[in-house]
């Protein structure tokens, strides 16, 4: 049977409790953007190998042989995608052993060519509207970012939207890029 003054009494029990546990709570735990919160350049993972690049990427990295590269995958309905590829041209631009290349995933051209000129980018473009890139190099996440070495050998990934203006960021891709790594055999 229902008794309505014993569950007012368990409402407010309860949320004594917990006031009482978040009076108890380390701050660190309890304010955002607290000290223990990692920069962005930590989210940056480090990659040891992906399966050979499908053709349609493997041919808009080969005039990029001897620079490293990051590989965006994104599409134009993905909106971190669209927030950060400014940002990602940007970084692109201002280092001078780095390239860009993009793959559109599940997207239609007119729409990522329209997307480009209205924010007056121009990466290389790759189409992957059947998913064969993406899937190759298991991307579940939009946007994914893959860091290439001068030999385009993985270096680095990050999943979902990053900071690519942030100090630690930029210094983790440079910092990678300009690494030396011994040949894989």
């Not at 970084?91 to 990522?112: I, K, M, N, Q, Y």
């Not at 998913?131 to 270096?155: F, G, K, M």
């Not at 890029?177 to 894989?184: E, M, W």
């Amino acid at each position: 049977m229902f008794d309505p003054h014993c569950a007012g009494r368990r409402r407010v029990l309860a949320s004594i409790g917990g006031l009482v546990a978040a009076a108890f709570a380390p701050p660190a735990l309890s304010l955002p953007g607290n000290s223990r919160t990692p920069p962005p350049g930590e989210r940056l993972e480090t990659l040891a190998q992906l399966p050979p690049p499908p053709p349609a990427l493997r041919r808009a990295l080969e005039p990029l042989r001897g620079k490293a590269v990051l590989v965006n995958f994104w599409a134009t309905w993905c909106e971190p995608c669209r927030t950060e590829m400014p940002a990602l041209v940007s970084l692109a631009e201002s280092e001078p052993g780095l390239a860009l290349v993009t793959v559109a995933v599940a997207d239609r051209t007119d729409e990522v060519r329209r997307f480009f000129d209205e924010h007056l980018v121009d990466p290389l473009l790759v189409n992957d509207p059947e998913q064969v890139v993406s899937r190759t190099w298991d991307v579940r996440y939009l946007p994914t970012t893959v860091l290439l070495d001068a030999a385009h050998q993985p270096l680095l990934r990050v999943r979902g939207e990053i900071d690519w203006h942030h100090d630690s960021v930029r210094t983790r891709i440079r910092s990678a890029a300009t690494s030396l790594r011994t040949p894989r055999t």
